[in-house]
């Protein structure tokens, strides 16, 4: 598995992918993210590849994007995370999660902290980014819908 910018080659996976309506209550389709990050040079779409099929897309959003989830400027913020529809249960997004900060590291360097922000409703992928190191520090914002709960990973001093 993999992690890899978009690119205008990839239209044809972004074709491919199934998104419900219901996925939709809680997340963006990738046509109309991939058409932001065309309009918004700090927006960077990221495939999630297993072998060759698209299973699992996000947006990873720099700067003005982060502001209203973390006062952190080393912040980056994960927004439209999706798995598809016939990928979902595989392990795929946990996967990606772990896969993330070395992929951010690698592309960001300047980067501490990832954070996102999860439907009070959501509880599915609230347990999923609690399990992949994220933190739920009480912190909410409003949200398209209702509020929403904004979890954060830290890097470790370390790297």
Do not use: W
Not at 10 to 17: A, C, E, G, T, V
Not at 24 to 48: C, F, G, P, W
């Amino acid at each position: 598995m993999r992690l890899k910018f978009y690119e205008e080659k990839d239209d044809h996976l972004i074709k491919r992918y199934t998104i419900t309506e219901e996925q939709l209550r809680y997340t963006m389709s990738l046509k109309e993210s991939i058409k932001l990050v065309k309009q918004d040079k700090n927006r960077h779409a990221v495939l999630v590849l297993n072998e060759d099929k698209l299973v699992t897309f996000f947006v990873l959003h720099e700067k003005e994007g982060v502001t209203p989830y973390s006062s952190n400027e080393q912040a980056i913020l994960i927004r439209a995370f999706s798995t598809d529809f016939y990928e979902q249960g595989k392990g795929y997004a946990k996967a990606a999660l772990q896969l993330l900060p070395d992929f951010v590291l690698a592309h960001f360097p300047t980067i501490n902290e990832l954070v996102l922000g999860v439907n009070l409703p959501n509880t599915a992928a609230q347990s999923l980014y609690k399990k992949c190191g994220f933190v739920d520090e009480g912190r909410m914002v409003k949200g398209f819908r209702d509020e929403i709960k904004v979890m954060s990973y830290y890097f470790s001093e370390i790297n």
